[in-house]
């Protein structure tokens, strides 16, 4: 009987320790315990001043700090950003703990003047930032655009 009690008793604590470790991280997901957590080195790109007919590449690395997997839904340039950011290149495949992965693309001015702030949005799994804002700022100085002169003639 003795032996049925203790077996029973370290059966009821298991079960009891199994339950309250789900619970547990249950309760600790959302708040960064158990979470994908997506980081940049450098939120908002700082270009300068260019002229209108340049070509800028432009590149941000992304990285899983969290401890799991980061997936990635959707990496699109923000409203009215994209006439003038081409070639975006970013793979959706899951990002593992602690990988980086690059994001790039070409940032064309042609018709911008002046001070301008140009965002991508990455939505992904992150519980705290589901939609994480990249963005580059840039003055942008307009430049003639060229055009061959001709010689003049005179009309008969």
């Known amino acids: 009987m003795n032996k049925l009690s203790v077996a029973l008793f370290w059966l009821s604590f298991s079960m009891f320790c199994a339950v309250a470790g789900f619970c547990l991280m249950q309760i600790l997901f959302p708040f960064g ?3 994908p957590a997506i980081a940049c080195d450098a939120k908002v790109l700082e270009l300068g ?3 209108s007919d340049a070509k800028i590449d432009c590149r941000f690395e ?3 700090m969290g401890n799991r997997q980061l997936l990635f839904r959707e990496v699109v340039p923000a409203c009215g950003s994209g006439n003038d950011l081409e070639n ?8 593992k703990s602690g990988e980086l992965r690059e994001c790039s693309f070409l940032f064309r001015p042609r018709l911008l003047q002046g001070d301008i ?3 991508v949005v990455v939505f992904s799994n992150d519980p705290k930032s589901p939609r994480f804002v990249l963005s580059l700022h840039v003055t942008v100085v307009p430049v003639a655009p060229t055009v061959p002169l001709e010689e003049p003639t005179l009309a008969p």
Do not use: A, E, G, Y
């Open 117 to 119: 702030t140009k965002k």
């Open 62 to 64: 992304i990285k899983n």
């Open 49 to 51: 001043t260019v002229n």
């Open 33 to 35: 315990v158990f979470r």
């Open 88 to 95: 975006l290149n970013f793979s959706l495949t899951p990002l």
